[in-house]
């Protein structure tokens, strides 16, 4: 008798929400609800004297103890340290992602007994100290991270099985071309995938870590703020509890606007108050410029993979900021083409991070015929170095963003002065031909070089 094969997890950890799934025996996935009965966690964590607490009741804290809570760490990660302190003491961006994912494993083990092995995803434009990060976090976590996938991929996997273009094995019944729009709550990405048989090649990839739902939030914050100010004098802004539930009241009504033309938005600070109308056509006139940074990102993409949108066969909607009307709107008066809304935008990448998971045990066993996922660079790949006529540092692109991987590339530098007996290789990855904005990935140092080379001396990397 086979015994079954141990549960394996996908985990979508969000901006503003996470989503963890698992695979039925049927082999769909299937949103596994948290403690508190929910299909979504809300991605905060409250640091409480003596615990840690993660999801409804942090968010729920934020309002009373803001100094306490930390929330929207996705987009600090890869940096060393969050920029908001907890009592003094500033964590890692990692440390607190694992609370998170610590939290989710646990609701999944709930229902499925003892969790190790789990896919997580992750904006198709993280760079990869983002990435590492995040890896870090699920072994923090206790997980052991099968991989790291991109939300778009993990998405159209989900959206292929269940619109059944795809089938239980993954492969697709005919080739397709699909746009994955994805806006979450802190991040943007679109991704452009190829769907061959079993091969899911992303094409492309462009996106914004530093744009999502929130940013609309605080739209809305900033809007009932500035009447606030005109009636009363003071800012409820400059006050981090007010500011907390000015921004939950924002969230509401960008969700509610979704479902109505109008809503009215009550708000009390320092015993005043202020009701304010907001109709969606000024909530769409507020975050107008916000909407057109999503739609260059998609045409500067279409651009790059020298596509246009005739030549897509799906328009894939993924996160949940693409409930927003004006989203699909805009898409389709660009297009031309009808949008498909088939998935749960909030459950679709933790599902394809599920079915990826389970694509990838079933060909660790048995000769099964696994997905294979080809993914590109979403940044440029280069060497830093000091251009002799100047004294500058220049970077030198050896591998351009959106290159298939594995990807392999040469290139010749020279030594600066005679005798030198060391070469440093900085790797860095984005930036400009300067080398600003571009994050550090790795460094080589070659020493002991034979003495006496002359200047000029080839150093091929």
């Not at 948290?34 to 991605?43: C, F, H, R």
């Not at 052991?144 to 795809?166: C, H, M, R, S, W």
């Not at 006139?285 to 030549?311: G, I, K, P, W």
Request: hydrophobic share 40%; proline share 5%; aromatic share 4%.
């Amino acid at each position: 008798m086979s015994s079954q094969p141990a549960p394996v997890i996908g985990i979508d950890l969000g901006t503003t929400f996470s989503v963890v799934a698992s695979l039925e025996r049927s082999g769909l996935p299937q949103t596994i609800l948290n403690a508190e009965g929910d299909l979504s966690t809300p991605s905060a964590v409250y640091f409480e004297q003596d615990q840690v607490v993660v999801g409804k009741e942090a968010l729920k804290a934020a309002v009373y103890e803001p100094e306490s809570v930390l929330q929207h760490v996705k987009r600090e990660m890869g940096k060393p340290f969050c920029d908001k302190p907890i009592r003094g003491t500033r964590l890692p961006p990692e440390v607190v992602q694992a609370a998170i994912l610590r939290k989710l494993r646990q609701d999944a083990e709930n229902r499925l007994g003892n969790v190790q092995d789990a896919v997580i995803t992750v904006p198709a434009f993280f760079n990869e100290p983002r990435r590492k990060a995040t890896m870090d976090a699920g072994r923090l976590a206790g997980l052991k991270v099968l991989d790291i996938i991109n939300e778009p991929t993990a998405a159209a996997i989900a959206y292929g099985v269940q619109a059944g273009f795809v089938s239980a094995s993954g492969e697709a019944k005919q080739a397709e071309k699909i746009l994955a729009y994805d806006l979450g709550g802190g991040t943007f990405d679109v991704t452009l995938m190829l769907l061959e048989g079993c091969q899911y090649t992303a094409v492309a990839t462009d996106g914004d870590v530093q744009l999502g739902g929130i940013d609309w939030d605080r739209r809305i914050v900033d809007f009932v703020a500035e009447h606030y100010l005109e009636q009363h004098g003071t800012d409820p802004r400059q006050d981090p509890v007010s500011f907390q539930m000015l921004l939950q009241e924002a969230e509401d009504a960008k969700r509610a606007l979704s479902n109505r033309t109008s809503v009215t938005v009550r708000f009390a600070h320092q015993s005043k108050r202020v009701q304010v109308a907001l109709t969606r056509e000024e909530f769409e006139a507020l975050t107008s410029d916000l909407l057109q940074r999503t739609m260059f990102t998609v045409e500067r993409l279409l651009r790059t993979a020298r596509l246009r949108f005739d030549d897509l066969t799906r328009l894939l909607l993924v996160g949940g900021s693409t409930r927003m009307p004006m989203v699909q709107q805009i898409l389709e008066q660009a297009s031309g083409k009808s949008v498909d809304r088939s998935l749960s935008p909030d459950e679709a990448v933790a599902h394809g991070a599920a079915l990826y998971a389970g694509f990838l045990q079933r060909g660790s066993r048995a000769a099964d015929r696994s997905l294979v996922v080809k993914n590109v660079n979403s940044h440029d790949l280069g060497v830093l170095g000091i251009e002799k006529a100047t004294g500058m540092k220049r970077r030198r692109i050896m591998i351009p963003r959106n290159t298939k991987l594995p990807a392999r590339s040469k290139s010749s530098f020279v030594t600066r002065r005679a005798n030198q007996r060391s070469v440093a290789v900085h790797v860095v990855e984005g930036g400009d031909d300067s080398g600003k904005n571009a994050t550090p990935i790795g460094k080589c140092l070659v020493s002991d070089l034979p003495a006496k080379l002359p200047a000029k001396t080839q150093v091929v990397v």
